[in-house]
């Protein structure tokens, strides 16, 4: 962005729900930006996503097959200068939506280094006391594989369908977290979350918690202290998360090189069991 340029503010609204609670808290933040900029939405469950066919064209270099919005999607947060990604949480998870496009993750790395270390807010609005599920989770590996900086992860809880906006609290930390999202501070690890990504969901491996996100390993004393114990080696600089890719790669050339001695072994497989498809699918299982 060239200096006296707007500032581009990207929300990616994951609730359907015109004016919820997910819409009205990311324009109320944008309503907050000191700086001069212009906010642009996306309704995120308004968008085709297909699910990935695992063909790994993306990572060898060819054009994914689907024609859909994954694209346009990448393009908008490339160009974005800052996002806000907002969510309902639905059944303990955030809106399918976002997994629909991580499933599609091998995209990101086309956009990865116009993405990297660009601000984020993450907003997961929930209805249920403390019903926050892994919601979270979902918009963290949303950012961490775009590989964005997380300026604030928030849990708000709104139940009614914009009533957010009647909450006293909401618009000074609308006003706060507008000022997080460009602000030069590294924000601090959620309490009890990983010392290195801030990840809040994690596994128990014996006397010690793996983060499910960047693998990062660490222990709670008993004062309560979290104490770093092995930092995760999956994110980094953009150089380091493309190694990702040309690992993806090279299990490609394998499964060519041993596609013959797969094949032999599964056709045992082929004709075992019966495919029921829904009324008027054809023998693939899709409605023609």
Not at 8 to 34: F, H, Q, T
């Amino acid at each position: 962005m060239k200096i006296g340029e707007k500032k581009v503010i990207l929300g990616l609204v994951g609730s359907p729900r015109r004016l919820g609670n997910c819409e009205v808290m990311v324009k109320e933040i944008g309503r907050w930006a000191a700086q001069t900029h212009n906010l642009q939405l996306i309704r995120m469950p308004s968008l085709h996503i297909e699910p990935c066919r695992a063909c790994y064209a993306c990572v060898t270099g060819k054009s994914c097959p689907h024609g859909d919005d994954m694209d346009f999607l990448l393009d908008r947060i490339a160009e974005a200068d800052g996002i806000i990604m907002a969510t309902p949480v639905y059944f303990l998870g955030a809106h399918s939506i976002f997994k629909r496009v991580l499933d599609r993750g091998f995209l990101f790395y086309r956009v990865l280094e116009k993405t990297f270390g660009k601000p984020c807010i993450l907003l997961n609005l929930y209805g249920m006391e403390d019903r926050l599920g892994a919601s979270p989770h979902t918009l963290r590996s949303f950012a961490a594989f775009l590989g964005l900086a997380v300026k604030a992860d928030m849990n708000l809880q709104a139940a009614l369908p914009g009533e957010i906006s009647l909450e006293e609290t909401s618009g000074p930390l609308a006003e706060k977290l507008a000022g997080d999202l460009f602000s030069e501070m590294k924000p601090a690890a959620p309490a009890g979350g990983c010392p290195f990504c801030g990840c809040t969901i994690v596994r128990m491996d014996k006397a010690r918690f793996l983060c499910t996100i960047c693998h990062g390993s660490f222990f709670i004393d008993g004062s309560g202290a979290v104490s770093p114990l092995k930092e995760g080696s999956l994110f980094g600089s953009p150089a380091h998360m493309l190694l990702h890719q040309e690992w993806l790669r090279s299990m490609k050339e394998q499964f060519l090189e041993r596609r013959k001695e797969i094949l032999r072994n599964t056709l045992q497989y082929k004709n075992m069991g019966e495919w029921v498809y829904p009324e008027g699918a054809g023998s693939d299982g899709e409605i023609p």
